[in-house]
């Protein structure tokens, strides 16, 4: 059976600063990278954040504004139904799938009306347990991201879901790190591993170090999802630009990816390859006369010798022909037959 292709989100979420044009602009560079989603974040602020709560450290450095409270900033970044349904014609358009994160109860039943069969749950909400009810009594499909969790708050988010009767096959669990950027000594990749071989679930792995090699060295390792966060300019204003691809970085990770797929595609068996059979004559050797050889001669290793092209006689034989008489007449260079 044909292992099907790793699936790749670009992460739009917030980097359209609040402008419809910025979405369109980011779908279509999510289009020109081949990517398989486009992904956006669903949100009313006044439900996803009090208005005491701070920002992050990485936001207020992002935004250069220590003043402006989490509330503030989520209200500029707001997306209205409305510009919703806009993003989605767009992206139908552009033959790209739409996607977005729910992050509050309100949110989840918006992305359930327009008929989306599959949830992202992010990071922040695992240990939200009304949201997780919720997102599995709404949606058939999961995805998990597990930045900041431990094991046991995996299990008991993944428990919530099959309690509401969601199958393991459709629950994804990608192995994240919230912190923007993430730090290489701080990626952990192989704990994803550990998520597949704990909860038999298919993994995968959400990104936000800089840069595009853990993400591909997480295919080569059987991710079969990938969530990348991307913007059309590192330097524009906002919370997660700095830690995201530019439309190039993001088009040269996912042909590494489907080069990755290609290359670990194999049957596993170490056999010669359809390409690579072409080549065994010309780079391999045979035995071939080293030195004029009459008939009725004795082979010997003084006139005998290896040299390239490999269509005659292979010198793993070398030993059964020492000490044979020569049948025929054989010149310097001479292939033994």
Known sequence: MKK????????????????????????????????????????????????KAKKAEYQIENTKNSTESQLQMLQKLELSEDDHEKIIAYCNLKNIKFFSTAFDLDSLEYLSKIGMDMVKIPSGEITNLPYLRKAGNLFKRVIISTGMATLNEIKDAVAVFVNVGIKKEDITILHCNTEYPTPMKDVNLLAMLHIGKEFKTSIGYSDHTLGIEVPIAAVALGAVMIEKHFTLDKNMEGPDHRASLEPAELKAMSLAIRNIELAIAGSGLKEPSESEMKNIAIARKSIVAKTDINKGDVFSEENLTVKRPGDGISPMRWDDLMGKIAMEDFEADDLIR
């Open 4 to 51: 099907e292709s790793v699936i790749i989100i670009a992460e739009a979420g917030v980097n359209h600063n609040g402008s419809l044009e910025n979405a369109f602009r980011l779908v279509d560079a999510a289009v020109d990278a081949g990517v398989d989603y486009v992904k956006f974040q669903t949100f009313k602020a006044s439900n996803l954040v009090s208005i």
